[in-house]
């Protein structure tokens, strides 16, 4: 029986333009042989369906993201799901490449089953079949045990005795990850920027929401803007789970049982056991490729000077080489000159005027930030 939702043709949804300033809300029309957009701003497009690929709403709960472009591509994000099923029906040949919701209920059993094969399988299918259950599951954790997953990270990475905790230079830096966050869509997380006392040129997000700074990355910066690549970047790399997904890949049944089903009372004893393999992580060339775009859509729609990230990468390639001993974070992020190549192309894709970060700080004061420390 063919429902009223399955009858819809008319839906909402937003709208990120390439280089748009400011994500859209849209009214979308389904035809035959593609979607008809129209945003609030008065901007109408025709997007044809062989032009379209998915890239979420895969599973129960997620929000579907459709793409069109390549390198700083369009996107158009629908919360209801049956959206999808919609899709399905009114163009069944044209949307075949698109996710079905009626085949779900098999990619559940096929899920169910898989869990079950892992228990059941020799130790060497066990190291294969770990990586490929926590890429479904990782789609189905909720960001509460992320958050507690984090936590227990940051005792170790991060613990009180080692923060820098002046309250001006740590209020500088909460703004400019405000101020990219405010281009995002609700994603659920809540950002704590922490700075260790560590000269150590390096950077890293936790679950959660997480991200350590150490001081030695600091130093290195010469401008807010040239932070605010860094932190973009890292923001991302929680948003798209893929610590969350690394980790879990490394983790037992158990906790990959208690991550889906939201079992918080392990998550953060687990945090603290994988607290080093984080400290290490390097990530794959598709993760940071994401990473990278998602990054550069922010700094583009909160208009901060795309060239500050750009800059920072080059300078530090520049003064370390390929010395990854002395400098960690080029060395964890693989293939620096093909991403600095890359986000050059990504930044001339907008045109609008860059804003000044901060403009009455003087970034040169960052340097004391580590004055004070906790119980001083």
């Not at 230079?169 to 990219?180: D, G, H, P």
């Not at 150490?214 to 970047?233: I, M, N, Q, T």
């Not at 775009?293 to 080059?314: C, H, K, N, Q, Y």
Request: hydrophobic share 40%.
């Amino acid at each position: 029986m063919t429902t009223p939702t399955m009858r819809r043709t008319d839906w909402s949804g937003t709208y990120f333009g390439g280089h748009a300033p400011q994500p859209q809300r849209a009214s979308i029309h389904l035809m035959p042989t593609g979607l008809q957009i129209r945003t609030d701003d008065g901007k109408n497009l025709w997007w044809p369906y062989e032009d379209i690929r998915q890239t979420q709403g895969f599973y129960t709960g997620q929000q579907v993201r459709l793409e069109r472009g390549e390198q700083l591509p369009e996107a158009l994000v629908v919360s209801d799901t049956a959206f999808l099923a919609a899709v399905h029906r009114v163009a069944p040949e044209r949307a075949k490449h698109f996710h079905d919701p009626a085949r779900r209920d098999i990619r559940r059993a096929l899920t169910v089953l898989a869990a079950l094969a892992v228990i059941a399988i020799s130790a060497a299918l066990y190291m294969w079949a770990i990586p490929a259950l926590a890429t479904v599951v990782v789609s189905h954790v909720p960001v509460t045990w992320e958050e507690r997953l984090g936590e227990g990270i940051i005792q170790k990475l991060a613990p009180p005795s080692k923060q820098c905790t002046e309250p001006k230079r740590l209020q500088a830096i909460n703004q400019i990850v405000t101020a990219l966050a405010a281009t995002l869509p609700d994603h659920g997380y809540t950002f704590q920027v922490l700075v260790v006392s560590n000269p150590t040129v390096n950077a890293l997000a936790a679950p959660g929401g997480y991200i350590v700074l150490f001081k030695g990355l600091l130093d290195r910066s010469d401008s807010a803007e040239e932070l605010a690549g860094v932190l973009a970047h890292e923001m991302q790399h929680v948003i798209q789970r893929h610590g969350t997904r690394a980790l879990l890949q490394r983790a037992s049944i158990g906790i990959l049982l208690a991550a889906m089903t939201g079992d918080v009372s392990s998550a953060a004893t687990f945090g603290v056991g994988v607290a080093s393999t984080l400290g290490t992580l390097s990530y794959s060339r598709r993760a940071e490729e994401e990473a990278d775009t998602e990054a550069m859509r922010m700094l583009l729609a909160s208009r901060v000077d795309p060239s500050g990230m750009i800059l920072f990468f080059e300078k530090l390639q520049r003064k370390h080489g390929n010395s990854p001993e002395a400098f960690k974070y080029l060395s964890s992020h693989p293939a620096a000159e093909d991403r600095i190549t890359n986000l050059q192309a990504l930044s001339r894709t907008s045109h609008d005027e860059p804003r000044k970060l901060l403009p009455d700080f003087e970034w040169r004061d960052m340097d004391e930030i580590c004055l004070v420390r906790p119980g001083s």
